[in-house]
């Protein structure tokens, strides 16, 4: 079965929401980086690593199915915050939205009888469970320990691998 137009063209869109993540991430790294937080830097730097892969992984299913990847414009993203624990609620609160996302697809897959991309993006919402729990973990620690927080958290997240 090849895919529809319609979930191609979804598709593509999330192929171009991941690339922006992924440049989020960068920036972010980069400014954890300057604001001396090299263990945020590093982790959001894996994040970054991680959204493009993500969107190699869907425009890999879209050709398997038949469809045409595109690299759409990518929109600037923001370059500064003003503290570690805003940059980690913007974390949260974008994956909060990468999930809403995701759900469309799924349910777009149901509405369009794709089994095949039902299960593809399955993975994706697991994924997303994940991801949110891990920044809002982030963030509520910071909030209850405030800078003793930030330095302890700086050096756990510096050891992703």
């Not at 897959?109 to 299960?119: G, M, P």
Request: some cysteine; glycine content about 4%; aromatic content about 10%.
């Amino acid at each position: 079965m090849t895919i529809s137009k319609k979930l191609e063209k979804a598709i593509n869109s999330q192929i171009a929401a991941e690339m922006w993540s992924a440049n989020l991430y960068m920036s972010m790294s980069l400014f954890c980086e300057k604001e001396g937080f090299s263990g945020f830097s590093s982790w959001l730097k894996k994040q970054s690593t991680e959204e493009i892969s993500h969107a190699y992984m869907m425009a890999d299913f879209l050709i398997q199915r038949g469809g045409t990847a595109k690299v759409e414009k990518i929109e600037e993203v923001p370059g500064t915050w003003k503290a570690p624990l805003d940059l980690f609620k913007n974390v949260y609160d974008h994956e909060c939205k990468v999930s809403a996302m995701i759900d469309k697809l799924l349910d777009l897959s149901v509405d369009e009888n794709d089994k095949a991309a039902q299960d593809f993006f399955w993975q994706f919402v697991r994924e997303q469970v994940e991801e949110e729990a891990t920044a809002s973990d982030i963030v509520a620690k910071i909030e209850k320990f405030g800078d003793t927080a930030l330095f302890m958290l700086d050096s756990k997240l510096g050891e992703r691998q």
